[in-house]
């Protein structure tokens, strides 16, 4: 998620208000650690859906990844 933020240019502070989640929320989300990622699934459709709605698309297969969707 950090790097679909970043490809689009949200900070984690607008991401976190367009999503209607904590800033905390979103760090956990961006975090490598197993332990601190923990967010609900309802939580982690919140965040995709303001990244899906800027363009982003989460690839999936043997190099997952973020991409811009073309016009």
Avoid: W
């Avoid at 790097?3 to 904590?22: D, F, H, K, M, T």
């Avoid at 601190?36 to 297969?61: C, I, P």
Wanted: proline content about 4%; charged content about 30%; overall charge positive.
């Amino acid at each position: 998620m950090r790097a679909a933020r970043a490809l689009i240019g949200l900070s984690q502070a607008e991401l976190a208000r367009r999503a209607g989640v904590s800033i905390p929320t979103i760090k956990r989300c961006e975090s490598d650690s197993e332990r601190t990622a923990v967010v609900s699934a309802d939580t982690q459709d919140k965040v995709r859906a303001v990244l899906h709605a800027e363009g982003v698309e989460f690839t999936n297969g043997n190099y997952p990844g973020v991409r811009l969707r073309r016009p």
